[in-house]
T-cell receptor
Framework: EPEVTQTPSHQVTQMGQEVILRCVPI?????FYWYRQILGQKVEFLVS????????KSEIFDDQFSVERPDGSNFTLKIRSTKLEDSAMYFC????????????FGNGTRLTVT | AQSVSQHNHHVILSEAASLELGCNYS??????LFWYVQYPGQHLQLLLK??????LVKGIKGFEAEFIKSKFSFNLRKPSVQWSDTAEYFC?????????????FGTGTRLKVLA
């Protein structure tokens, strides 16, 4: 079964640095998402992306964050000037068509900001 | 705004015990409902989903869930748990209307099954 793949699995960065988290969604999927899960807390929606643009974003997704689909296969999340509170597990997900399609998640990238 | 509540944050059961995890959502319109499972160190995996029709849905690994519209609930059940069911379980809701495909997740229930 096709999978969503995320790299790296673990990223350690210093406060103030920029990080790029990478995802390769399932190839025939059209909707892409980033969620994050701070340790011990719930899975929080960050942003959804469709047709090469952001379709929805949460209040967490401020100017510090951006997403891109640079080459038709990768889907990246960039965090500029990371803060300690950005430490979390970041999950990429993709969905085939519409709201009745389930989300398929990647294994996540654990981001540690020191 | 949509929200999802999971009342049990931590559940500890012995093998062969029955399981019921509560999930309530707040949204007045048509919803699509999901349960995801996250095994230790792994990604979220779909356990089962409800879109329409029979409110009792069966998923993988012997899990089932019942949609009760009047109670805005979608509780997860399993008659006899196994040690391998130790995981975190998330209820999720999608509003099911065109124009928004945002899934809202509950806070999760961490299940530990004792061998």
């Amino acid at each position: 079964e096709p999978e969503v793949t995320q790299t790296p699995s673990h990223q350690v960065t210093q406060m103030g640095q920029e990080v790029i988290l990478r995802c390769v969604p399932i190839s025939n999927h059209l909707y892409f998402y980033w969620y994050r899960q701070i340790l011990g807390q719930k899975v929080e929606f960050l942003v959804s992306f469709y047709n090469n643009e952001i379709s929805e974003k949460s209040e967490i997704f401020d100017d510090q964050f951006s997403v891109e689909r640079p080459d038709g296969s990768n889907f990246t999340l960039k965090i500029r000037s990371t803060k300690l509170e950005d430490s979390a597990m970041y999950f990429c997900a993709s969905m085939r068509v519409n709201s009745i399609s389930p989300l398929h998640f990647g294994n996540g990238t654990r981001l540690t900001v020191t | 705004a949509q929200s999802v509540s999971q009342h049990n944050h931590h559940v500890i059961l012995s093998e062969a015990a029955s399981l019921e995890l509560g999930c309530n959502y707040s949204y007045g319109g048509t919803v699509n409902l999901f349960w995801y499972v996250q095994y230790p160190g792994q990604h979220l995996q779909l356990l089962l989903k409800y879109f329409s029709g029979d409110p009792l849905v069966k998923g993988i690994k012997g899990f089932e869930a019942e949609f009760i519209k009047s109670k805005f609930s979608f509780n997860l059940r399993k008659p006899s748990v196994q040690w391998s069911d130790t995981a975190e379980y998330f209820c999720a809701v999608n509003a099911g209307t065109s124009g928004t495909y945002k899934y809202i997740f509950g806070t999760g229930t961490r299940l530990k099954v004792l061998a």
